[in-house]
């Protein structure tokens, strides 16, 4: 309850100040019915406006028309709102369908009492409309009935500019509840907890000690760098998996679906056009998994992408050098990393891109990857995760801490000092002494 009470205070000194100033059409004052979203039943509403962001187009739209909201009290969001769907409406990302289940509850016309027929009317959200049914005591029907929901409270607050009335529930537009849908199926992918790599001897790339016997489907032993380029060692045989006609996994096929969960989930179309077009990163990919390693991609979305310049991208193997430090051989998810950050400070991961390293650590509540202006934050969390590729959205491109310029030739020699050796008082006498008689030549300690 007072979580509430200090929200409407919050909305009360953002909300007045913007609705006193003057518009052409009119003025927004204390006797508005936007300020009355603030009446003690509606507060939950309101602050999913304040989030929302809507308080200028609601202003706009108030000084045009009268409006009619049909908005649920306190009480039945508490009874029937589903939490996870609460949460989703929460997410930053998730603005736009916030905004559309809330602008799908306002008409812009006064609506005092529904006709005799059912009648469809048009929302403020676009190419939305709700369905209004007039009470029918054949059909033991006491309420009106707007969509999915019941008016509990006709009339409940009447303003100069508008009416409110009470409803049972949230009403739900299909696209809002499509999106939902399609971030509650990816979440509920099965994770595999991330295990550390084990110890390969740099000299003989092998292991250290043998390794444990494997089950079916295990990932390979050897780290992923042995499968790209093997050295003086075997790359390892092919895990067996349970799918495909030899018992490998399809590694080809979680490439491309992961890929195609990009391109839906919107925002990472440049990321996808690289992978698929520009390089050969995703056939290379597919083979990995299909041998059975797994990865972590550090996706940078289009805002970020679109950052690059032409000099960047030009030279030959750019956009494979890139690609290739924004891949982590380990499967992390968001919150193994964010465990990681939490515990150790600074996390430093391996990427593909040898022998350099992305460094992670815990800032603002999230996971920073990278140093100064080139650091990114992770931005959507687990966008793919089937427990072999592990996709995390960031909002920046990562590139590696500069080199030193400066070769081992080129840097400045420290000058050698021959340091004469001292002679003591009896070798300075026994040196005089052969000097007058002229072998001193022949000791090397008397020249």
């Known amino acids: 309850m007072d979580r509430r009470i200090y929200g409407v205070t919050f909305l009360l000194l953002f909300l007045l100040p913007t609705l006193t100033f003057s518009l052409p059409q009119g003025q927004i004052n204390s006797n508005s019915i936007l300020v009355a979203l603030l009446d003690s039943h509606y507060t939950e509403v ?28 306190n009480e039945a969001l508490e009874r029937n709102l589903d939490a996870d769907f609460k949460r989703f409406l929460l997410e930053p990302r998730n603005l736009p369908s916030l905004q559309t289940l809330l602008m799908s509850h306002i008409v812009p016309s006064r609506i005092i009492q529904p006709g005799s027929n059912p009648t469809r009317i048009k929302t403020l959200a676009p190419n939305h409309h709700l369905t209004l049914q007039a009470p ?21 607050v009447t303003r100069p500019d508008g009416v409110i009335h009470g409803i049972d529930s949230l009403l739900i537009p299909r696209s809002v509840q499509d999106a ?62 349970p799918g495909g006609p030899r018992h490998h996994f399809n590694g080809e096929r979680q490439v491309k679906d992961f890929i195609q969960t990009l391109l839906h989930y919107g925002g990472y179309n440049e990321m996808a056009d690289i ?31 679109a950052k690059l310049t032409t000099d960047q991208l030009s030279e030959p193997g750019s956009p494979e050098q890139i690609m290739y430090y924004h891949l982590i051989p380990e499967y992390q998810t968001e ?71 400066v070769g081992p030739a080129t840097r400045a020699q420290p000058a050698k000092v021959v340091v004469k050796q001292r002679r003591g008082k009896l070798l300075e006498t026994a040196c005089w002494m052969l000097g007058t008689f002229g072998q001193n030549s022949r000791f090397t300690s008397c020249q």
């Open 275 to 305: 992978l698929v077009n520009l390089t050969s990163l995703a056939t290379e990919m597919g083979r990995l998994v299909s041998e059975g390693y797994v990865l972590t991609v550090l996706a940078p979305n289009d805002e970020a992408m």
């Open 335 to 405: 919150e193994s990393m964010y465990n990681a950050v939490r515990r150790f400070g600074k996390v430093r991961y391996d990427t593909l891109r040898l022998p350099h390293k992305v460094t992670a650590q815990e800032a603002d509540g999230s996971v920073k990857f990278g140093h100064g202006d080139g650091s990114a934050y992770l931005f959507d969390p687990d966008i793919y995760t089937d427990g072999r590729i592990s996709v995390q959205g960031i909002d920046g491109v990562l590139f590696p801490p500069q080199e030193d310029e």
């Open 136 to 156: 029918n005591n054949k059909h033991n029907i006491s309420h009106w009935i707007v969509d999915s929901s019941r008016v509990t409270h006709p009339g409940s």
């Open 46 to 73: 309101a602050e999913l406006v304040e989030k929302a962001m809507l308080l200028q187009t609601l202003e706009n739209t108030v000084m045009k028309h009268n409006i009619t909201i049909f908005a649920p009290r």
């Open 180 to 241: 939902f849908n399609r971030r509650r199926s990816l979440t509920s992918i099965a994770a595999v907890k991330p295990e550390p790599a084990p110890e390969v001897d740099p000299r003989t790339h092998r292991l250290k000690k043998p390794a444990p016997p494997q089950k079916p489907g295990s990932p390979p032993a050897l780290p992923i760098y042995d499968a790209m380029a093997p050295g003086p060692s075997l790359a390892p045989a092919p895990a067996p998996g």
